[in-house]
């Protein structure tokens, strides 16, 4: 017999709802105690869907999109409302491209020039419908059916992206009259998707602002960051030259078995990037004395601070190398997070006072006696003599490298500094980017599992903290850097994919971050696997992989 009503618990509190009731409907009931549409529904552990019939007994909780999963269904949201508007306005043959995050928002483009004109046309038609709340249905059709849809209309990326996906059936979101597929869940409908601004940039694109978690959700004003910008395109124009723009494109390569070729192209590009840096620094030698390295969790640090040391080497410079994470202050006097844990991410973790006394003595050729700090005790133990030679050149490494309080007292002349990020500019297709931040994490999910034997869970327990940490004391300084330098690797998801893939299933679907494994698959899902012999062992990427040549782990 089946149940005519279920016993659901939300917020504390249980409450009989009929069978069939989907989450939409009791989410409306409950809309009131948020501050932001609902956007999705937590049942049993795992992500639903608003248009979702609830399943059975259970505990039900509603997220807004200042929830992680709520924010990412959020903005695939707007990024249908956004093509939907596009095509309704220019035409069903316009083509669109999501590009890549940066500041906050989506870098977009059009296969045709753009205006500022065009961009108020563009957000108008978006609140347009909007107004009109027109609902955003999934509907599940096979695989072989999608394929034909998408050649049908010329979206010929994505029928490519399916051949290489081995679902029989997928699930394709329709708004109004059009069909499109997403890698994450969606909104039930166009009226919650408000929050949201344009920004024309130049006559090839234009930026999609969406709310930000770590700023109240705000809807940000566009902060331009040009050297970040066009580390990004001249990324792209390299890809397009190899015609790699999606993940279709790659798995040809792979297919063809040609991957190795590619492997060591993409190695000697980003080597020569690396090199220019060195002499960049080594031409300025005279002035340049202390070379400050900063980035996000899984960039590379390690592997580009010690590549770039031997070419300084190589120059005739002698690289010194600091780590800022030896000035830590005593554990018991460390600022704590409001969990109860050590924040020593924050600036106030670190001696900034004797670092900058430290360096100012070895600038005036004095002899200093440095801190390693014990991780063990949670104390510094000042072991470390150093003195600066003539071609001497410090190497300071640490996440607060670009902070303008970090070595204030030292003229800026003097200093070099480098903020490295893997800028991902390879896509799953023309709308499903694959951000910075997913990148990061898989390699992370790989180094911690083979380095610390860390499961899965825990790394990615550790990343919503990681990412706070980033946002707060690594990004906002981006653009004090003198150079960029972009980690990431073409191939190397799916050289990730072998090494993640099985990690990722050890996560047990009652697990709370059962949600987040499953999206990583459906993502890798998308990517052959490759071998990994013909990855150098000095490459940055065996820094995670491992099969390093130096001492990385």
Known sequence: ??????????????????????????????????????????????????????????????????NPEGNRIYLNGLIYLLIYSIKELYGRKT??????????????????????????????????????DISIQPKNVSRLEAIDYFEKLGDTDKSSMLVYNTNSYITLYKLGNM????????????????????????????ILMYPDRYSNCEVLKYQ?????????????????????????????????????????????IQANKLLNIAKDIYEHKDRIKIVLIAGPSSSGKTTTSIKLTKYLTSFGLNPVPIAMDDYFISRSKTP?????????????????????????????????IAPVYNFMTGEPEYTNKMVLGKNDILIVEGIHGL??????????????????SPMTAINIDNHNRISTSDNRLLRRIVRDNRTRGHKVEKTLEEWGSVRRGEETYIFPYQDEANVTFNSALVYELGILKTYAEPLLYSVDPKSEYYDDAKRLINMLKTFLPMPSEDIPDDSLLREFIGGSCFKVS
């Open 95 to 132: 083509k669109v491209f999501v590009r890549y995050t940066i500041d906050k928002g989506l870098y977009i483009e059009l296969s045709k020039s753009i205006t500022r004109e065009m961009i108020k046309e563009i957000k108008t038609k978006m609140l347009e419908v909007i107004d009109q």
């Open 336 to 368: 704590k997070n409001p969990d109860g844990t050590y924040n020593y991410e924050c600036l106030e973790a670190i001696n900034t006072e004797l670092l900058n006394e430290n360096i100012d003595k070895l600038l005036n050729g004095e002899e200093i």
């Open 224 to 268: 331009h960051h040009p050297q970040r910008f066009e580390i990004y395109e001249e990324y792209h124009d390299w890809i397009e030259l190899m015609h790699i723009n999606s993940a279709s494109d790659l798995n040809k390569i792979v297919s063809s078995g040609d991957i190795g070729n590619l492997i060591r192209l993409d190695e000697t």
């Open 403 to 420: 902070n303008p309080e970090i070595l204030k007292n030292i003229p800026r002349s003097r200093k070099y500094k480098i903020y490295i």
């Open 179 to 206: 069909y499109d597929f997403y890698f994450s869940k969606m909104p039930t409908s166009t009226g919650v998707l408000s929050h949201f601004n344009i920004e024309y940039l130049n006559e090839n694109g234009f």
């Open 1 to 66: 017999m089946i149940d005519e009503t279920l016993k659901v618990t939300i917020f504390g509190e249980e409450k009989m709802v009929a069978a069939g009731t989907t989450f939409e409907e009791l989410a409306k009931e409950y809309q009131s105690q948020f501050k932001y549409p609902i956007v999705v529904a937590k049942e049993k552990g795992v992500y639903r869907e608003l248009s979702e019939q609830i399943q059975g007994d259970s505990e039900i909780k509603f997220f807004d999109f200042s």
